[in-house]
């Protein structure tokens, strides 16, 4: 069946600081690929997503490319900021399927 | 515009007592889904539905329910609550536009405590 593995939190990191979570994938078909990030004490919500191999998803700074080759969609920030602290979800939907399969989550810690 | 809106937020319940726990979206989405969190675990699917009168299971569904009599609601049942189904959780919703998914849209979650 399908899978999705992030590499484990808490991720701690100072302000302005390079930042990568790492996310890799199986799928029997030809997935869409998520991050939903979760802010405290709120639901999840879509940060970005790619729907093809090479495809680059990015928004608010976070970009993710979806590499077949390696089964991987990694995410990555140049300069996080303290709002940045959260959790975030690599997900994935299976060809023709509509339900998302989730990674176990990432938090992330951003201090001043 | 309100989204998916799940109440309610907070409930503490007893071994063996029963609820339900509400799910209401206005972006008229066909899909809808119920997710369980447990820590360190990610997210759970427990059942889902791709229209009204269909439901269908998910990866946990033991000890839950589902109905979907119309497209806006989606309550899950619990029938007899056990201290395992201490979780956050949460429903979520997904249209279609032409062959692909939208994104899924969430609500803000159900904290649920059985003591």
């Known amino acids: 069946g399908d899978s999705v593995t992030q590499m484990e939190g808490p991720v701690t990191l100072s302000e302005e600081a390079c930042l990568t979570i790492?996310?890799?994938?199986?799928?029997?078909?030809?997935?869409?690929l998520f991050w939903y990030v979760q802010y405290p004490g709120e639901g999840l919500q879509l940060l970005l997503k790619?729907?093809?191999?090479?495809d680059k998803g990015s928004n608010k700074g976070f970009e993710a490319t979806y590499r077949k080759e390696t089964t991987s969609f990694h995410l990555e920030k140049g300069s996080v900021q303290v709002s940045d602290s959260a959790v975030y979800f690599c997900?994935?939907?299976?060809?023709?399927?509509?339900?998302?399969?989730f990674g176990k989550g990432t938090m992330l810690l951003v201090s001043p | 515009n309100a989204g998916v809106t799940q109440t309610p937020k907070f409930r503490i319940l007893k071994i063996g007592q029963s609820m339900t726990l509400q799910c209401t979206q206005d972006m008229n989405h066909n899909y809808m889904y119920w997710y369980r969190q447990d820590p360190g675990m990610g997210l759970k699917l427990i059942y889902y539905s791709v229209g009204a009168g269909i439901t269908d299971k998910g990866e946990v569904p033991n000890g839950y329910n589902v109905s979907r009599s119309t497209t806006e609601d989606f309550p899950l049942r619990l029938e007899l609550a056990a201290p395992s189904q201490t979780s956050v959780y949460f429903c979520a919703t997904q249209g279609e536009t032409g062959v692909q998914y939208t994104e899924a849209f969430f609500g803000q979650g159900t904290r649920l405590t059985v003591v």
């Open positions: 790492n996310c890799t994938y199986t799928a029997t078909g030809y997935p869409s």
């Open positions: 790619a729907t093809k191999a090479d």
């Open positions: 997900a994935l939907s299976d060809s023709g399927y509509s339900t998302l399969t």
